[in-house]
């Protein structure tokens, strides 16, 4: 029977010891997700590459079996102030610290020790794909008349492929987003101005990498490195009005802050200390002159240079 792709589950859980299942549930972990990108069975090989009287290739050995999933949820906050949003545990296995203030926010900070992983089950159309000892990135964008997205790229040691009865889910702790736009995104300031943009995106840009050693009980996810970028489209001004050639050439750095949303419990934001503006372009927008520039997002005091708050 051919699987439907559209039948698909997700379901993600913060692991209390590294690479040991949890058992995410659909009634407690689901996962409200689009645009998925599922490798179950990434692999290391090493070609044995003999020499034999005829021409031909040789096999491939496996030195290590891992998978990795891409997928995309909307950026919303809790639904009340103070409680951890659904896509929590997703943050904390990119590299993300929780902290929550009751009745008040969640914060999500980076952090350069002690990642947590997540386990993950995928099941589509009745084919379970568990990865353990999750570990990834993600990017964060917000386009005008878009979706507010956080595009997840996860990389988990693989498990044995079963077949598995698609399990029912609850999904009544995501929150409804809001489009991206003039009203729903009332705040989005750079080095003090507040311009007219079109897009911004922030890519935390983590170095994931799958290891195994021999001696070692297992194979490990590790999060070696973040170097996080991002690319902003805002329409070109005069000098007068802000003078970016010469913070660019300068290689000045000012703080970066975006709110989306209206209501307090459902609203995402998005703040950087030290954001440099890098190899600004001209572009043509409905006749507009609009300037794009890539990014770069650097620490204050450290573990500090994207803070997201659901607040």
């Known amino acids: 029977m051919a699987l439907r792709k559209r039948r698909g589950a997700l379901l993600a859980k913060i692991e209390v010891t590294y690479g040991t299942d949890p058992t995410p549930t659909g009634a407690a972990n689901a996962i409200l997700f689009s645009d998925f990108d599922l490798s179950p069975m990434e692999m ?3 070609d044995r590459d003999n020499i034999r009287p005829f ?16 997928f995309t949820i909307e950026a919303a906050g809790s639904g009340a102030l103070g409680t951890a949003p659904a896509w929590g545990p997703l943050l904390r296995a990119c590299g993300f610290a929780e ?6 926010k969640v914060e999500y900070s980076p952090v350069s020790e002690s990642f947590e992983s997540v386990t993950v089950y995928f099941n589509l159309d009745g084919v379970l794909h568990k990865l353990t000892g999750a570990r990834g990135t993600v990017t964060f964008d917000f ?10 790229s996860l990389t988990g040691l693989f498990n044995t492929v079963t077949d598995a009865a ?26 003090g101005y507040a311009g007219r943009v079109h897009s911004l995106t922030a890519d935390m840009a983590n170095e994931v990498i799958f290891r195994e050693l021999i001696g070692a009980a297992m194979g490990e996810v590790l999060i070696t490195d973040r170097k ?13 009005t802000k003078d970016w050639w010469t913070s660019i050439k ?18 995402f934001q998005i703040d950087a200390p030290n954001v440099q503006l890098l190899n600004p372009k001209y572009q043509d927008q409905d006749g507009i002159a609009m300037l794009g520039c890539s990014m770069v997002y650097g620490p204050s005091a450290g573990n500090d240079e994207i803070k997201i708050t659901a607040i």
């Open 143 to 152: 386009t005008r008349d878009g979706r507010p997205a956080m595009k997840f």
């Open 228 to 240: 996080p970028v991002g690319n902003i489209l805002m329409e070109a001004v005069t000098v007068a």
């Open 250 to 267: 300068n290689i000045t750095t000012g703080a970066l802050q975006l709110i989306h949303g209206t209501v307090a419990g459902n609203k």
């Open 55 to 70: 021409l031909g290739s040789n096999e491939q050995l496996p030195t290590g079996l891992f998978s990795k999933i891409d």
């Open 44 to 46: 290391k090989t090493v």
């Open 99 to 104: 902290t929550v203030t009751a009745s008040t």
């Open 166 to 191: 698609a399990p029912t889910v609850t999904l009544t702790a995501w929150q409804k987003p809001l489009a991206v736009n003039r009203t729903n995104t009332p705040t989005l300031t750079l080095h």
